[in-house]
């Protein structure tokens, strides 16, 4: 059924149609309107039978999900930012404990200084969690993920974190082909836990664990996320059967067949960077792109296997670790270990700056010039002139004061200087 609406909208109407019965929501940016709609569908009878709980925290929202799945509920949330940082004591409860609990991640900057636009710095911060976590590139890829994250968490008994560009998809409006009741339905089988809280029968779960066992606890977190390199594609495949469209899984490729140059992101920037490829096709270049849809489990052999033929690859991240380097660069090379192809990491679109393909262009000029240096983190449109100034401001002040500001002010005098 296609239909013109923001991406809130499909992915909330998507989730409805997912029969979640507890729905635990605290609004941060620019997740609300997810939230805000399931609250309507479940006020209007539209989703039922579903209890929403406003609650009074991130933390409140995870732990209330976690309550809801261990009582045998199929439970959602959605969050962004600080949000996800908040109920990170919570994130780790429910991977730990096994719970197939699906989220949405409205992918938005950390702070401080507080920023409320789009990069990957929240859900980066979590990838070693124990979540499985799903990258979307478009609006329908965002609505149907979900529809596949409630069957893989289910499927694997772990939880899910489906994650969408803030703003850039969350607020935007594109035709969306939402899937039929009747669709979900059959493709998503009634929830049937592995194992239920019953006063009747009570158990303990969570219970402390020594030494003597914790190491086999946390192999077997691994082992079931290994599980999942199998069980996404597969999902993957079974849903392109079902809908008659490809969505999800865990790589995507373009163009790179015979490509010497691939290009890796993650998210909504792969359509730019896939008009960028399509130029440089144009002008001979073998250039390609490569989309991480799945980012963990890191499909490692998967991203091998895609990689093997380039000379060189590019790595675009919208976050980084500070003081390492690149995250997916990083993990980039563990899968291409010993086969000597260079690999260079670009930060770019931090905080939300627009990442353009006139920027990309000079990108690909300074690659295919050689002009990157091996081993060193490279950041896309990157102000050095300010850098520069603040550095010698630090130098030759003992108390220069807070970065933020004194960039902020430095840039409200540049932007008063004339051309």
């Known amino acids: 059924m296609l239909e013109q609406l923001e991406g809130s909208q499909a992915v909330a109407r998507t989730v409805a149609a997912c029969r979640p019965e507890v729905i635990s ?68 409860n429910a991977s730990g404990l096994g719970l197939p609990i699906v989220m949405t991640l409205a992918n938005r900057a950390i702070g401080a200084p507080i920023n409320i636009w789009n990069d990957h710095s929240d859900s980066m911060s979590q990838r070693d969690s124990g979540w499985i976590q799903l990258y979307a590139e478009t609006n329908q890829e965002a609505a149907d993920l979900h529809v596949q994250a409630f069957r893989l968490a289910e499927e694997i008994s772990l939880p899910v974190m489906v994650c969408m560009d803030g703003f850039i998809l969350t607020h935007a409006f594109e035709r969306v082909d939402l899937p039929t009741q009747d669709a979900v339905d059959s493709f998503l089988p009634a929830y049937e836990p592995r194992q239920v809280l019953d006063p009747a029968e009570p158990v303990t779960i969570g219970a402390m664990v020594g030494p003597e066992a914790f190491t086999e606890v946390r192999y077997l977190m691994h082992a079931k996320q290994l599980q999942a390199l199998d069980a996404i594609p597969a999902i993957a495949s079974e849903f392109e059967d079902s809908f008659g ?62 990689l093997a033929g380039a000379q060189r690859v590019v790595v675009i991240e919208k976050a980084f670790a500070v003081g390492a380097g690149g995250i997916v660069g990083q993990n980039v090379r563990l899968a291409l270990d010993g086969l000597g192809i260079r690999v260079h990491d670009v930060v770019a679109g931090l905080g939300g700056r627009p990442i353009t393909k006139r920027s990309l262009r000079s990108l690909f000029e300074d690659v295919f010039a050689d002009r990157l240096e091996p081993g060193v983190l490279h950041f896309l449109d990157l102000d050095r002139e300010v850098v520069e100034r603040e550095l010698e401001r630090i130098r030759s002040h003992a108390r220069p004061g807070p970065h933020a500001e004194n960039i902020v002010r430095e840039l409200g005098i540049v932007a008063a200087r004339p051309h």
Request: aromatic fraction near 6%; proline fraction near 4%.
């Open 25 to 92: 929501a605290y609004p941060i940016s620019p997740q609300t309107h997810i939230v805000e709609a399931l609250s309507d569908l479940v006020r209007t009878g539209d989703l039922d039978p579903c209890e929403y709980m406003m609650v009074e925290s991130e933390f409140a929202a995870m732990s209330a999900c976690i309550g809801a799945s261990a009582a045998g509920a199929r439970a959602y949330t959605a969050t962004a930012s600080q949000g996800l940082l908040y109920m990170a004591e919570a994130l780790y």
């Open 245 to 306: 469209r490809s969505s999800g899984g865990l790589l995507r490729g373009y163009r790179i067949d015979d490509a010497e140059t691939v290009v890796v992101a993650l998210g909504s920037v792969l359509g730019t960077i896939e008009d960028a490829v399509d130029e440089l096709r144009e002008q001979g270049v073998k250039a390609g792109a490569l989309g991480i849809k799945c980012f963990r489990p890191w499909p490692l052999e998967d991203v091998r296997d895609a």
